[in-house]
C-alpha cells in the first residue's frame, strides 16, 4: 500500500500548531494584548467563513492603542495564550505559510464590525526554497514589524493580522486561517482613504495562493488578496515589498538564522538614545529607514536583506 506522506505529516502535525496572534507593539512599547480582538481559541479557520474576517469568537477589546501614522508596529503570535517564550515556534508543525496584514478605516474601533473594506500594508510569502513568511515569525519570538501608512487619514482603524498555512491546501478548503484583528486610533498622516477587499470575499477558495500544493514543485507564491498600499512617504514596510506580475508574487525579507533570540518582555519601554528601538530592523538591501540603535543595543547584519538592532 502507497502511503501519502504530505497527508500523514500534516495529520501528525496540525493539532499541535495552532496559533493565536496575541500581542502588539507600538513605536517599540509594550501594549500586550489590551486592544486585541483575542479568538475563541488557538484554531484556524476556513476561506469563505465569517471569521476569516476577525478570527473566531471576536470578542471586542477593552481599549484602543495609538500609533501615528508612519509609525512602526510589531504584531506578534503565540501558540498559547500568554507564552511568549522564544524556546517555542510562534506556529510550528510544518505550518508553513503567509503573513499578510490589513488596515480599515472604521467610525469606532471599540465596537466596529470591520464589515466594510480591508487595504493589504504587509505580506510576507515565500521568502526562498522552504522558508516562508512564518519561518520569519519563529525566527523572531512570533513577532513582526510593519509600518502605518504615512499618508493614510487619522481616526479609528481595524488592523486585521493573519497567517495562511498551507500544510494541507493543496485540497479545496485545506488553506487554514489564523487571524486576530487589533482596534488603533491612528494620528497625523494625510487624507488617503484606500479602497480595499471586504471578507467574507477577498480571497476564493480556488484562487492560486489559497489552492496551492506546498509538497509540489514551485519557484514562487502569489499572496492572496490585493496588491499592498504603498501610498505616503515613510508608509513603506520594514522589509522589501514583494514586486507583483500576472501569475505570481514573490517576497524578499528578512531571514534571521536564530531560534533562541531573547526579546523584550511585557510592560518594557524603549531605551533612551537611539531611534531604532531593540529588535527592529536597521539595514539591509531595500531598507527605506534611518536612524541609529537606541542604547544598549548595536545593529547587528543577519544577512544582506536585514540587520537588526540587538
Known amino acids: 500500500m502507497k502511503f501519502n506522506t504530505a497527508a500523514l505529516l500534516a495529520f501528525a502535525t496540525s493539532a499541535a500548531a495552532h496559533s493565536t496572534w496575541q500581542q502588539l507593539w507600538v513605536n517599540g512599547v509594550d501594549k500586550a494584548s489590551t486592544c486585541a480582538r483575542l479568538p475563541a481559541n488557538n484554531s484556524p479557520v476556513g476561506t469563505t467563513e465569517a471569521a476569516v474576517r476577525c478570527g473566531n469568537g471576536n470578542t471586542f477589546a477593552p481599549s484602543v492603542c495609538e500609533v501615528n501614522a508612519g509609525g512602526t508596529i510589531t504584531i506578534e ?29 472604521v467610525d469606532n474601533a471599540l465596537t466596529s464590525s470591520g ?41 479609528d482603524y481595524l488592523l486585521r493580522t493573519e497567517v495562511i498555512a498551507l500544510h494541507v491546501a493543496g485540497s479545496p478548503g485545506g488553506a487554514q486561517h489564523y487571524v486576530s484583528c487589533f482596534q488603533l486610533k491612528v494620528t497625523g498622516g494625510g487624507s488617503a482613504n484606500p479602497s480595499g477587499v471586504t471578507f467574507p470575499g477577498g480571497y476564493s477558495a480556488n484562487d492560486p495562493g489559497i489552492l496551492f500544493n506546498l509538497y509540489g514543485q514551485y519557484t514562487s507564491y502569489p499572496v492572496p488578496g490585493p496588491p499592498v498600499y504603498t501610498g505616503g512617504a515613510g508608509g513603506g514596510n520594514p522589509s522589501p515589498q514583494p514586486t507583483s506580475t500576472a501569475t505570481s508574487t514573490t517576497t524578499q525579507a528578512p531571514q534571521p538564522t536564530s531560534t533562541t533570540t531573547q526579546q523584550p518582555q511585557p510592560t518594557q519601554t524603549q531605551p533612551s538614545g537611539g531611534s531604532i528601538s531593540k529588535w527592529a530592523q536597521c ?22 536583506y536585514y540587520s537588526q538592532c540587538q
Open 283 to 304: 539595514g539591509g538591501i531595500g531598507w527605506t529607514g534611518s536612524g541609529t540603535c537606541v542604547s544598549g543595543s548595536t545593529c547587528v547584519k543577519l544577512n544582506d
Open 115 to 155: 464589515a466594510g473594506q480591508w487595504f493589504k500594508i504587509y505580506q510576507n510569502g515565500l521568502v526562498s526554497k522552504d522558508y516562508w513568511g512564518t519561518d520569519v515569525l519563529n525566527a523572531n519570538c512570533g513577532k513582526q514589524d510593519l509600518k502605518i501608512p504615512a499618508d493614510i487619514a487619522p481616526g
Open 77 to 105: 503570535m503565540h501558540a498559547q495564550p500568554g507564552d511568549r517564550s522564544c524556546n517555542n515556534d510562534a506556529i510550528g508543525g510544518n505550518h508553513d505559510g503567509p503573513v499578510i496584514v490589513y488596515l480599515q478605516k
